[in-house]
């Protein structure tokens, strides 16, 4: 980017809304009262609760009383950083085949200053498996992909890795790094390691990071020939050694690598052609000074950056964007100032530490947890309890529920189990499968008689589910017990896939099935679409779980 002449000063807003985002993420669960923000921000009350209403109209946080809460959208913003290094699509799938392959662990991580940090994670379902998960970071000195960066260093990295170390000997800047065993390891160790590694084209951790815990990593590189990232297998010393490890999987690690090094080959997105609109402008409009549209402008354009793998000029941001360049480029200096974008030859690209902005905390959200929110803002409108649940087996299984506040109200734990066939859930489920596969749950399940209006002929349930898939919802009147009706409608992920069910349990004697229908199942939709978009965020831009 052409100088000019002098240091121009940072977007104000963009950067107290960054300072907020931050000290969230590094709070227990993402919440803080707004009061507790603005004393580990150092920031007075109202511009907290500015930076607040504008993060809470895109998106990003939701405010809880008088706790303020990070939201699965904020993940866009890692996800950009994801897409820009093509983790998703050239890195992140044979990653995957390899964990499958060799049954062990498998990551991808990559430099970020004298750390390393994890983009992708394949976790293996073991009792002694690994933790980590994506955006942490790990001292370089720990763990098997640190000599691999290392052995590239120049000289004021080295440094820069020098007083780190000194300033903090036990690691307890390193979060997601375990308790350090005995001595820190020194530079000469540490130094002889990335000579070792340069040279053979490996490194091994042999129980750096924590006692029992051994990896290995290879580097992957770009098509020029420059490392981009690592890649690691990671295992317990109860099934290899170090040196056990390294030959069980070094051959296929090195296959992996020149696969992901072919993808990384491809032809790349094209660039923006046409500008999009200035998505800020009907917010700024209708909230007025309480909406600070450079804090929106500023984090429009940090996403837009994974439009194009590689990076993008400033023209094609300020079109992705829909801004003028002169606002783009001051939103893009003042991320270049604080670390969460790099300008090289011609071009802007995110940074690692896009992903402190809320990533790790929010990849790691379960469903409940993820449609808790939405189901509390039902049952607040609709003054019924509701829940959603997945199929398992012949059963559905509760994993979300929010119980409204009557005397006499439906009593459910999640966990609870229920059988499929008498059950609004359970129907949109089986409805939700594809034909043959619910033509064998429907010729393999018991169907037993739960109360005198239970619907238990097979011909007969067919033909409802049938009609449920068609109309995209269920609605049960006391076929799981008497006095219980029940409306649910599908949860769907990002390709139109119904993954879960939400419902509201109703009383029979308070609300007729018109009502139901009328009433109920149109807020019943709204929030099942919107536990539906969030968990498109999580779990396709990150190792989301059911």
């Given at each position: 980017m052409p100088s000019t002449g002098r240091a121009e000063a940072p977007v104000g807003p963009l950067e107290r809304g960054l300072a907020v985002l931050r000290v969230l993420a590094r709070a227990p669960g993402g919440r803080l009262r707004a009061s507790e923000v603005a004393r580990a921000t150092g920031l007075a009350r109202s511009?907290?609760?500015?930076?607040?209403?504008?993060?809470?109209?895109?998106?990003?946080?939701?405010?809880?009383?008088?706790?303020?809460?990070?939201?699965?959208?904020?993940?866009?913003?890692?996800?950009?950083?994801?897409?820009?290094?093509?983790?998703?699509?050239?890195?992140?799938?044979?990653?995957?085949?390899l964990a499958e392959e060799l049954d062990e662990s498998v990551s991808l991580a990559v430099p970020d200053g004298d750390a390393v940090r994890f983009v992708a994670q394949?976790?293996?379902?073991?009792?002694?498996?690994?933790?980590?998960?994506?955006?942490?970071?790990?001292?370089?000195?720990?763990?098997?992909?640190?000599?691999?960066?290392?052995?590239?260093?120049?000289?004021?990295?080295?440094?820069?890795?020098?007083?780190?170390?000194?300033?903090?000997?036990?690691?307890?800047?390193?979060?997601?790094?375990?308790?350090?065993?005995?001595?820190?390891?020194?530079e000469d160790r540490f130094s002889a390691l990335a000579a070792t590694a340069a040279a053979q084209g490996w490194a091994v951790d042999d129980q750096l990071i924590e006692p029992g815990l051994v990896a290995v990593a290879v580097p992957v590189r770009d098509p020029g020939g420059r490392v981009l990232c690592a890649l690691s297998v990671v295992s317990h010393t109860s099934r290899h050694s170090a040196e056990g490890l390294r030959t069980f999987a070094l051959d296929a690690m090195r296959r992996t690598a020149g696969r992901m090094t072919a993808?990384?080959?491809?032809?790349?997105?094209?660039?923006?052609?046409?500008?999009?609109?200035?998505?800020?402008?009907?917010?700024?409009?209708?909230?007025?000074?309480?909406?600070?549209?450079?804090?929106?402008?500023?984090?429009?354009?940090?996403?837009?950056?994974?439009?194009?793998?590689?990076?993008?000029p400033l023209a094609a941001v300020a079109r992705s964007a829909g801004l003028a360049r002169a606002t783009a480029r001051r939103s893009?200096?003042?991320?270049?100032?604080?670390?969460?974008?790099?300008?090289?030859?011609?071009?802007?690209?995110?940074?690692?530490?896009?992903l402190d902005l809320g990533y790790r905390l929010l990849s790691g959200l379960s469903l409940g947890e993820i449609a808790a929110p939405h189901l509390a803002a039902l049952v607040q409108q609709v003054h019924e309890s509701a829940s959603v649940a997945v199929l398992d087996g012949t059963d559905?299984?509760?994993?979300?529920?929010?119980?409204?506040?009557?005397?006499?109200?439906?009593?459910?734990?999640?966990?609870?189990?229920?059988?499929?066939?008498?059950?609004?859930?359970?129907?949109?489920?089986?409805?939700?499968?594809?034909?043959?596969e619910r033509a064998r749950?429907?010729?393999?399940?018991?169907?037993?008689?739960l109360t005198r209006f239970t619907l238990t002929d097979r011909g007969r349930l067919a033909a409802v589910l049938?009609?449920?898939?068609?109309d995209g919802y269920a609605l049960?009147?006391?076929?799981?017990?008497?006095?219980?009706?029940?409306?649910?409608?599908?949860?769907?992920?990002?390709?139109?896939?119904?993954?879960?069910?939400?419902?509201?349990?109703?009383?029979?004697?308070?609300?007729?099935?018109?009502?139901?229908?009328?009433v109920v199942l149109p807020a019943l939709r709204r929030a099942a679409a919107r536990i539906g978009a969030d968990l498109a965020v999580v779990a396709g831009d990150g190792p989301g779980r059911l």
């Amino acid at each position: 980017m052409p100088s000019t002449g002098r240091a121009e000063a940072p977007v104000g807003p963009l950067e107290r809304g960054l300072a907020v985002l931050r000290v969230l993420a590094r709070a227990p669960g993402g919440r803080l009262r707004a009061s507790e923000v603005a004393r580990a921000t150092g920031l007075a009350r109202s511009p907290v609760d500015r930076v607040a209403t504008t993060l809470a109209r895109l998106g990003h946080l939701r405010t809880e009383g008088r706790e303020l809460v990070l939201a699965p959208r904020l993940m866009t913003l890692g996800a950009a950083y994801l897409r820009s290094r093509r983790v998703p699509d050239a890195l992140g799938p044979p990653a995957a085949e390899l964990a499958e392959e060799l049954d062990e662990s498998v990551s991808l991580a990559v430099p970020d200053g004298d750390a390393v940090r994890f983009v992708a994670q394949h976790t293996r379902r073991r009792a002694l498996s690994v933790s980590f998960r994506v955006g942490d970071v790990l001292p370089a000195e720990r763990c098997a992909p640190g000599p691999l960066f290392a052995a590239g260093w120049p000289p004021q990295q080295w440094a820069a890795w020098r007083e780190r170390s000194a300033a903090d000997p036990r690691d307890e800047g390193f979060p997601a790094a375990p308790r350090l065993y005995g001595a820190h390891p020194g530079e000469d160790r540490f130094s002889a390691l990335a000579a070792t590694a340069a040279a053979q084209g490996w490194a091994v951790d042999d129980q750096l990071i924590e006692p029992g815990l051994v990896a290995v990593a290879v580097p992957v590189r770009d098509p020029g020939g420059r490392v981009l990232c690592a890649l690691s297998v990671v295992s317990h010393t109860s099934r290899h050694s170090a040196e056990g490890l390294r030959t069980f999987a070094l051959d296929a690690m090195r296959r992996t690598a020149g696969r992901m090094t072919a993808a990384l080959g491809s032809a790349p997105a094209a660039l923006p052609g046409t500008a999009a609109p200035d998505g800020t402008a009907d917010a700024k409009r209708e909230l007025g000074p309480e909406y600070l549209q450079s804090l929106a402008r500023g984090l429009a354009v940090l996403g837009c950056l994974g439009d194009v793998p590689g990076g993008m000029p400033l023209a094609a941001v300020a079109r992705s964007a829909g801004l003028a360049r002169a606002t783009a480029r001051r939103s893009l200096l003042t991320l270049q100032q604080l670390g969460y974008v790099a300008f090289d030859e011609g071009v802007f690209t995110p940074l690692p530490r896009v992903l402190d902005l809320g990533y790790r905390l929010l990849s790691g959200l379960s469903l409940g947890e993820i449609a808790a929110p939405h189901l509390a803002a039902l049952v607040q409108q609709v003054h019924e309890s509701a829940s959603v649940a997945v199929l398992d087996g012949t059963d559905i299984r509760y994993v979300g529920r929010v119980a409204s506040h009557r005397i006499m109200s439906v009593s459910i734990a999640p966990g609870t189990r229920f059988p499929a066939h008498a059950t609004s859930m359970g129907r949109v489920l089986l409805a939700g499968l594809a034909p043959a596969e619910r033509a064998r749950w429907l010729s393999g399940a018991d169907l037993p008689q739960l109360t005198r209006f239970t619907l238990t002929d097979r011909g007969r349930l067919a033909a409802v589910l049938d009609r449920t898939a068609e109309d995209g919802y269920a609605l049960v009147d006391q076929e799981l017990e008497e006095g219980l009706r029940s409306v649910a409608v599908p949860v769907r992920d990002r390709e139109g896939r119904v993954v879960a069910a939400a419902n509201v349990s109703l009383h029979a004697g308070r609300t007729s099935a018109e009502e139901a229908r009328a009433v109920v199942l149109p807020a019943l939709r709204r929030a099942a679409a919107r536990i539906g978009a969030d968990l498109a965020v999580v779990a396709g831009d990150g190792p989301g779980r059911l």
